[in-house]
């Protein structure tokens, strides 16, 4: 009997030890006690305050007249996290987003009005100095977001020469055409032009065989909508010639469908946007090319 009775004490000892957290986190999740309003400093490894030469060049060269913001302290959260990414160097945030000035911001300007290119061009840009390596083996080098945020990686490889002024600019004008078809949709016969080659596995084909198959390079095989921008980038940004080019070297087939591409390109800026984009495609070669010259 007493063995029962010491037993039972011991079990309800047991339980009272294990309700008493259980207490415990209750009452402590009722404290009255108030929430901070302002953020935290430095989470993530952001830091909110800027350099004030920057800052005043962003100001009036893109805010005041495009309503822009350019985001280039370093925050994880405005891109993929979960990749090792870099902070640009603060030398060349004015550089890039000169450069972005004077190959697109301007020829849209010169080709259309200050109100189409306030609305095509996203209000947030966000600069980070290294590309955003995929574990199969691809890397970005640009993204845009729902027409608002376009994101330019690989910063820190600035040089004022025409590789970087080129890479910096497809990558620009890729995301930029994004936005413009998301904003009004291209024809669809530009999506049966060859589907049958659209594909997951892009990156396992050479440009070789993406200029036999009637694309600019490999990753435009990735859907028909990167396919459109990725021609409309090759068109502004190498020019017509590259063009040419790589349609003397692909397949009878890949002739056809480069031409109907860029046909159908030439329509959607003319239909859609009322947009020469002949002369748009001049304006962006001697943006570039006054660029280089300009800082070298």
Not at 120 to 134: D, E, F, H, M, R
Not at 223 to 240: M, N, P, R, Y
Request: net charge negative; hydrophobic share 40%.
């Amino acid at each position: 009997m007493k063995a029962n009775i010491i037993k039972t004490d011991i079990i309800r000892i047991l339980i009272a030890l294990l309700l008493c957290p259980l207490v415990f986190s209750y009452t402590s999740c009722n404290k009255d006690a108030a929430l901070p309003n302002d953020p935290i400093d430095n989470l993530g490894g952001y830091k909110p305050e800027g350099n004030p030469e920057i800052d005043a060049w962003i100001k009036s060269n893109l805010t005041q007249p495009f309503n822009i913001a350019v985001k280039y302290q370093y925050d994880p959260f405005e891109i993929d996290y979960m990749k090792v990414t870099t902070p640009p160097k603060e030398d060349y945030v004015i550089p890039t987003m000169r450069l972005v000035l004077s190959c697109m911001a301007n020829p849209y300007l010169k080709n259309s009005d200050s109100t189409f290119v306030k609305k095509i061009i996203p209000k947030l840009w966000v600069l980070v100095g290294s590309a955003q390596y995929n574990n199969d083996g691809t890397m970005v080098l640009g993204q845009a977001e729902g027409a608002n945020k376009i994101t330019i990686m690989d910063v820190n490889k600035y040089a004022p020469n025409e590789q970087f002024a080129i890479n910096t600019n497809y990558t620009v004008h890729h995301e930029t055409a994004h936005i413009l078809h998301q904003t009004k949709l291209y024809s669809q016969q530009f999506k049966f032009v060859n589907p049958e080659y659209y594909t997951a596995t892009w990156h396992n084909y050479s440009d070789k065989e993406a200029f036999d198959l009637g694309f600019v390079r490999n990753y435009a095989m990735a859907s028909s909508d990167e396919d459109f921008v990725e021609t409309i980038a090759f068109l502004l940004v190498k020019g017509q010639q590259a063009y040419n080019d790589i349609i003397s070297n692909s397949s009878a087939a890949g002739k056809e469908r480069l031409r109907i591409k860029e046909q159908l390109v030439v329509e959607y800026f003319k239909d859609k946007w009322s947009i020469d984009f002949r002369q748009l495609q001049t304006d962006v070669r001697a943006g570039i090319s006054s660029y280089i010259n300009e800082n070298n």
